[in-house]
């Protein structure tokens, strides 16, 4: 069974500082994807990483994939109240396109 | 082009009503999702559709029904519904070639 786990679960962070946000899953897998959610909001989808080493960033964020260690990172450069939000990692098994999600990391960027 | 839509984005229900939960999507996608929020579980899969006519159990199946009405439509169905269902249902859809799922706007469920 694939179990996917992020930490922290709730982040405080100022504005301006760097932080990273970690997805550990538990079997093989070469497709993981960032999700982020504001309150009372459905999901946007942020990255798609397809293979191993594979690195995007989209402005203040950027995701980078190890399928060997089995392990994704989000970091956050010089954070600012509006990446305040809820991000999900989320892990396609080996069969079919089934996702399963980390429990989600609620990030706060306080002035 | 709306996505995803679901209906209602609001139900309040009593123990032992019944009630379905519309998704659509206009994205030509094969297959379809149905997920439940729960505060501090993430996102659990209920059903998913991996095309027209299939459908499969996801995680957490029990006290529920889908139906692929046809490429477009996947509804969710609580035969008799209990306060354990209270929940944020997500409706998703994605075609093979993208990767990415893309999630409707939620239905907030209340079970009394």
């Known amino acids: 069974e694939l179990k996917v786990e992020q930490n922290p679960l709730f982040l405080s962070m100022q504005e301006g500082k760097n932080y990273t946000i970690y997805c550990n899953y538990s079997?093989?897998?070469?497709?993981l994807y960032w999700y982020r959610q504001d309150p009372g909001k459905s999901l946007e989808s942020l990255f798609v990483?397809?293979?191993?080493?594979a690195v995007k960033q989209e402005g203040r964020l950027m995701a980078s994939l190890d399928t060997k260690a089995r392990l994704s990172t989000l970091h956050i450069t010089a954070a600012v109240h509006d990446l305040s939000a809820t991000y999900f990692c989320?892990?396609?098994?080996?069969?079919?396109?089934?996702?399963?999600f980390g429990e989600g990391t609620q990030l706060t960027v306080n002035p | 082009n709306a996505g995803v839509t679901q209906t209602p984005k609001f139900q309040v229900l009593k123990t032992g009503q019944s009630m379905t939960l519309q998704c659509a999507q206009d994205?030509?996608?094969?297959?379809m999702y149905w997920y439940r929020q729960d505060p501090g579980m993430g996102l659990r899969l209920i059903y998913y559709?991996?095309?027209?006519?299939?459908?499969d159990k996801g995680e957490v199946p029990n006290g529920y029904n889908v139906s692929r009405l046809n490429k477009r439509e996947f509804s969710l169905r609580l035969e008799s519904a209990a306060p354990s269902q209270t929940s944020v249902y997500f409706c998703?859809?994605?075609?093979?070639?993208?990767?990415?799922?893309?999630f409707g706007p939620g239905t907030r469920l209340l079970v009394l």
């Open positions: 989320a892990v396609r098994g080996t069969s079919g396109s089934r996702l399963t």
């Open positions: 079997t093989t897998s070469d497709r």
């Open positions: 990483l397809l293979s191993n080493g």
């Open positions: 994205m030509n996608h094969n297959s």
């Open positions: 559709s991996a095309s027209e006519g299939t459908t």
């Open positions: 998703a859809s994605n075609s093979v070639s993208q990767e990415t799922q893309y």
